[in-house]
C-alpha cells in the first residue's frame, strides 16, 4: 500500500515539472517532452518538438492589435525594424511568477532605453485589475498588454496550450527563438540571442 501511494506522489511530481502552467480552465496533457538546439551566431532558435505552438521559427510573426489598462495600444506589425519579446503570463501562473523577475533584471532592465528593442507582457484571459496584481507580486516595469479572449495566444500556440511562453521576433518581423516554461540554460540563450540581435 505504501509503495502505492510512493508511486502516485512521483508520478504527480513528474506530471507538475513536465507541464508547468497550463490554461486556468483546462491543462494540455498532450505536451511532448522539450527537446530544443539554439545557435546565436545564426540569431536563429530551432524547435524541434511540439511544445504547443502552431507558429515556428523563421514565420513571419501573426499580426494584432493589443490594448493595455491606461487604454493605450499597440500593433505589432508597426514595429517593424526594432527587436520584439512577447512573453505570454498571467497571475495564477506560478512559472510565470517565477520567470518576469529574470525577465525584468537580465532583459529589461539592459535594453529599455534601446529604441530598437520593444518587450511586452501579453496577460492571458484576465482583467487590467489582475495585471496590476501580476507587477505587484513580481515587481515587474515592462508593460503588460491584455488578451482577454486569449485571441493573441490563439495566434501563437493551441489554445489549451500552456504558459508560460516567450516569442522573440527579429527586425524583419519573422520569429527567431520560442520559449516555454521557465528552463535557466533556455533562458540564457534567449538572453545571449537578444544581445546579439541588437548588436
Not at 513571419?60 to 505570454?88: C, H, N, T, W, Y
Not at 520593444?118 to 495585471?131: F, H, N, Q, S, T
Request: charged residues 25%; negative net charge; contains cysteine.
Amino acid at each position: 500500500m505504501h509503495y502505492i501511494k510512493y508511486l502516485l506522489l512521483a508520478f504527480f511530481s513528474i506530471y507538475l515539472l513536465l507541464f508547468g502552467c497550463t490554461s486556468s480552465t483546462k491543462s494540455n496533457s498532450n505536451q511532448k517532452s522539450e527537446n530544443s538546439t539554439a545557435n546565436v551566431e545564426d540569431a536563429t532558435f530551432q524547435v524541434t518538438d511540439d511544445r504547443g505552438y502552431i507558429v515556428k521559427v523563421g514565420d513571419i510573426a501573426p499580426d494584432f492589435e493589443m490594448s493595455f489598462p491606461d487604454g493605450k495600444s499597440v500593433i505589432l506589425s508597426s514595429l517593424r525594424g526594432k527587436v520584439v519579446m512577447l512573453q505570454f503570463t498571467a497571475s495564477w501562473c506560478g512559472v510565470c511568477r517565477k520567470e518576469m523577475p529574470h525577465i525584468e533584471k537580465d532583459i529589461w532592465e539592459k535594453h529599455h532605453n534601446n529604441p530598437n528593442f520593444v518587450l511586452y507582457g501579453i496577460d492571458r484571459e484576465e482583467p487590467a485589475e489582475k495585471i496590476e496584481e501580476l507587477i505587484n507580486k513580481t515587481g515587474v516595469t515592462y508593460p503588460i498588454g491584455l488578451d482577454p479572449d486569449a485571441g493573441i495566444f490563439t495566434l501563437y500556440a493551441k489554445k489549451e496550450a500552456g504558459i508560460t511562453r516567450n516569442v522573440i521576433i527579429g527586425k524583419d518581423g519573422r520569429i527567431v527563438m520560442l520559449t516555454r516554461l521557465y528552463d535557466e540554460e533556455e533562458f540564457k540563450e534567449m538572453v545571449e540571442l537578444i544581445d546579439k540581435l541588437l548588436e
